[in-house]
């Protein structure tokens, strides 16, 4: 309800009190702030994106907003999820977002759906609100919500971030362009690694998660010229931003229902195929590399296929570091073989997909190993807890 009746609209004296900054600015004012407390606004996911424009959406006096999530908050949220306290770790992410919203903002009606957003909930759950903001870090549900957007011609807030690089934008606004302008074709599956894989700098999502609240707000306010049809790119590091031009695509597809985004992604397809490598592939538990390591056996190597600096924050005793980058653009491969040399190859990294990934091409170029079964991680966890976890 971008044009809500505002004479039914009231705010009471204390909520003039907290709005002050606001109301004395023309380009808000008394109407602007009635626009905000009549708006809503549905934010999928509460992660690094979603706790930052969640805080500064309630603090601004937006009236009614959803969250969508489904996960629980963990330790290694708390580095950049700011709307998150160690009090909260192994609860819901939504009841605490909820608990921070109203600590902040008494007034905001919050709405939770504890639920993935899916083909099958999203128009329900997105009908009532006016705006939606993108907080996702997967490619089938940022398809999902631009979808979404598209058959209910409502706006989307969008923003990214990877490492020390963040983006943002407004799709499907005012005949602007959408998500699927900017990629009409997704990724193929595990070439953009995860946030888990990559890292991400704390700060980062706080930058691009205000810069989106901000559009929300603009919007609502009927004010400023927002970032439909402009792509806005953020360098953390050379604290530098830059804007590319979006445009619709005459001859893109009609979005005339939503689909299954994970095979639209070709997510099962590459769960299938990893599947069959991994049976494939010989593999071993932790336990079994422990009763190997303690055997006192020279007639193997233990590679390890992470980066530098998570080598540096843990490893398992006696393994050597070659990255899995290294591998893939063929520099590690002789040192592999170097390593190898008669010896059985016995790789692991994290979790095991990257190193599982790294024997595939190790095989292809004639060299086989064996993957250890969930990685350093396994290994903290089920044999050396002092080794670090991250």
Known sequence: MLNPNL???????????????????????????????????????????????????????????????????????????????????????????????????????????????????ALQIAEPYDILIDGTDNFPTRYLVNDTCVLLNKPNVYGSIFRFEGQATVFNYEGGPNYRDLYPEPPPPGLVPSCAEGGVLGILPGIIGVIQATEAIKIILGQGTTLSGRLLLFNALDMKFR????????????????????????????KAEEAKRQAEMEEMTVQELKALLDSG????????????????????????????????????????????????????????GRSAKALGFLQAAGITGTNVKGGIQAWSREIDPTVPEY
């Not at 009190?17 to 600015?25: A, G, V």
């Not at 937006?62 to 999820?81: A, C, M, P």
């Not at 590319?244 to 994970?262: A, G, T």
Request: glycine fraction near 8%; include cysteine; hydrophobic fraction near 40%.
């Open 7 to 121: 004479e039914q609209i009231q705010l009471d004296k204390a909520e003039y009190e907290r709005y002050s900054r606001h109301l004395i600015l023309p380009e808000v004012g008394l109407e602007g702030q009635k626009r905000l407390k009549a708006a809503s606004v549905l934010c999928i996911g509460t992660g690094g994106l979603g706790s930052p424009l969640l805080l500064y959406l309630a603090a601004a006096g937006v009236g009614r907003i959803g969250i969508v999530d489904f996960d629980l908050v963990d330790h290694s949220n708390l580095q950049r999820q700011v709307i998150h306290g160690t009090s909260w770790v192994g609860k819901p992410k939504i009841e605490s977002a909820k608990h921070r919203i109203l600590e902040i903002n008494p007034y905001c009606q919050v709405d939770l759906y504890q639920t993935q957003l899916s083909s099958e909930n």
């Open 243 to 270: 804007e590319l031009k979006l445009r619709p695509n005459p001859v893109r597809p009609v979005i005339e229902k939503l689909v299954d985004y994970q095979e639209f992604c070709g997510i099962p397809q590459a």
């Open 297 to 352: 056996a020279d007639d193997f190597v233990l590679v390890d296929v992470r980066n530098p600096n998570e080598y540096e924050i843990a490893r398992i005793p006696g393994s050597v570091l070659v990255p899995l980058p290294d591998i893939e653009n063929g520099a590690g491969i002789a040192k592999v073989k170097e390593l190898v040399n008669g010896h059985r190859l016995i790789a692991h990294c994290k979790m095991g």
